[in-house]
């Protein structure tokens, strides 16, 4: 029986892979790209699925051969959710229930239901099946993947334990089959699943020296959740990649026209700041000019200095007054200054006042020399008369500074 089992398998397998071909042939004609390595590996939350499925099983013990097929055929369903990695591979988890049926000559036997005309005990028990499996997406694997593709064949095998109801009886299950799987949606997939499980010789609460085999057919669906598909490298590239490169370019050069107008605009304005300020210093440089020749106009009034009886020298007190002559008469350098002595004719005699008339003005010109006065400049005189009308004789001790 298992001999059977195994070319009927065998042979669906090999009709699932031709007709998947055939069937692709006939999808639309969107853009395919051949290999099994040319997409772009999705993010881990892309390509989730759960599963669900009802259908019947038959489980092959070494004495069920002694009941009808009919007899031995019980109930199964499962649940499973996976990740597609790639389109050609991917893992889930799953769960199977049975209601399994068989036949014993002992009644000593485990999940006995009684005695039957044919002389067997008939077997009827519930168990359960958790396992992890690998997928193998054949018509991706060996084909070209995409995503609009009516009819796939996946295979899988997995590895797991399965216990009867009361968890009195554990074993080891691997499991294998063929998920004829249907498109009907991007979001939904019609299945049609052909399962197996190898279990320890024990399962049916029976030994012996060989596994048994628990097959079935189940009809299901699954749902695929967002993201669903993978991108292929050549549509990366032109969809991905470039439209927004292209994007970010666009947006780029119109940022760079702003920045070369703000720009332009900026060189406009110091252009502006630096003529307003050519004005100011043209402003500014006529302004010193007519400073200037302000100074140079400007007349320096007479300055009269006064001295002590029989005496000459300039006292303390005018030195200031003379400093800041003396800084007025460089400023005007064509002018010249007459330096007139005075002395007092009251008193003393006529050749000695002359002769203090001549070293007070002395006195003053070196002074005002000795301040950086041209020489050229002054020009000394004396004079025999009085500076005060009014006839207070002592304030004729001086010298007297003027324009000429």
């Known amino acids: 029986m298992k001999k059977c089992l ?60 002694a009941m009808s097929f009919g007899d031995r055929i019980g109930f199964t369903g499962h649940i499973s959710g996976g990740k597609w990695i790639v389109p050609w591979f991917g893992a889930q988890i799953a769960i199977d229930g049975y209601r399994l049926k068989g036949a014993s000559y002992s009644g000593n036997g485990a999940y006995i239901q009684g005695w039957t005309d044919n002389k067997y005990f008939s077997q009827k028990w519930y168990a359960a099946s958790p396992h992890v499996d690998m997928l193998f997406n054949l018509s991706n694997l060996f084909g070209r993947y995409n995503s609009k593709r009516v009819y796939e064949p996946v295979i899988y095998t997995g590895f797991g334990f399965i216990t009867d109801k009361n968890f009195d009886n554990f074993s080891q299950a691997t499991h294998f089959g063929l998920i004829n799987k249907f498109r009907v949606a991007d979001a939904w997939d019609l299945n049609l699943n052909l399962r197996f499980a190898l279990v320890n010789n024990d399962c049916d609460g029976q030994g012996g020296s060989r596994g048994d085999l628990i097959g079935g057919l189940t009809v299901g669906a699954s749902y695929k959740f967002k993201k669903r598909t993978f991108t292929s490298f050549a549509e990366a590239s032109e969809n991905t990649f470039k439209q927004p490169v292209s994007t970010e370019n666009n947006n780029d050069d119109a940022k760079l026209k702003a920045l070369e107008n703000q720009l332009s605009a900026s060189e406009k304005e110091v252009e502006n700041l630096r003529e307003n300020v050519k004005d100011l210093e043209n402003q500014l440089a006529e302004a010193n000019k007519k400073v200037k020749d302000a100074e140079k106009n400007v007349s320096v009034p007479g300055l009269t200095l006064y001295f002590t009886a029989d005496s000459y020298t300039v006292q303390s007190r005018d030195l200031y007054l003379l400093k800041n002559l003396a800084r007025q008469m460089k400023d005007n350098p064509n002018q010249k200054y007459v330096v007139c002595g005075y002395a007092d004719s009251k008193t003393g005699e006529a050749s000695y006042n002359e002769a203090l008339r001549n070293k007070r003005a002395q006195s003053v010109i070196n002074k005002l020399v000795s301040y950086g006065v041209d020489k050229d400049q002054l020009i000394k005189e004396t004079k025999d008369s009085s500076l005060n009308p009014f006839g207070a004789y002592v304030l004729d001790r001086a010298v007297m500074i003027t324009e000429k």
């Open 6 to 65: 195994w070319m009927a398998f065998a042979m669906f397998l090999s009709f699932s892979i031709v007709k998947g071909e055939d069937l692709d042939t006939a999808q639309s004609k969107e853009t395919k790209h051949s290999g099994v390595n040319n997409v772009v590996t999705n993010k881990f939350r892309d390509n989730w699925f759960i599963s669900l499925g009802l259908g019947g099983d038959v489980y092959m013990g070494q004495n069920d051969k």
